[in-house]
């Protein structure tokens, strides 16, 4: 059973940055693939930035973060980055990581089974 554990969230100014991370519990084999969510409270969980499980590691990215996030993942597939540059109040969220092992690259819920708690970021103005 595959556990994730997101860390990294806060509080930051508009214009600053922060560096989420997702740590892989349980995991047992290669060909992870990976995704970074958000939701805010009343409105739909939105797929940002997803990394395939192939060797190269394929991206995919919503227009939303597109140029301003970058997703990647550590050789050994323990530890997924979301790093977040230029934050905007817009970018305020709950964040969360996602994996499975079969799909391709998507930035759709229901294309994951497995699911963080979550983590917090705050963009103020």
């Known amino acids: 059973q595959v556990r994730l554990v997101e860390s990294g969230g806060g509080s930051v100014q508009a214009g600053g940055s922060l560096r989420l991370s997702c740590a892989v519990y349980g995991y047992t084999y290669s060909g992870l693939r990976m995704a970074w969510f958000r939701q805010v409270i009343g409105k739909e969980r939105e797929g940002i930035a997803a990394?395939?499980?192939?060797?190269?590691?394929?991206?995919l990215y919503a227009d939303s973060v597109k140029g301003r996030f970058t997703i990647s993942k550590d050789n050994a597939e323990t530890t997924l980055y979301l790093q977040m540059n230029s934050l905007k109040p817009e970018d305020t969220a709950m964040y969360f990581c996602?994996?499975?092992?079969?799909?391709?690259?998507?930035?759709?819920?229901?294309?994951?089974?497995?699911w963080g708690q979550g983590t917090q970021v705050t963009v103020s103005s």
């Open positions: 996602a994996a499975d092992y079969t799909g391709g690259l998507r930035l759709e819920t229901w294309s994951y089974k497995y």
């Open positions: 990394v395939d499980s192939d060797r190269g590691g394929s991206t």
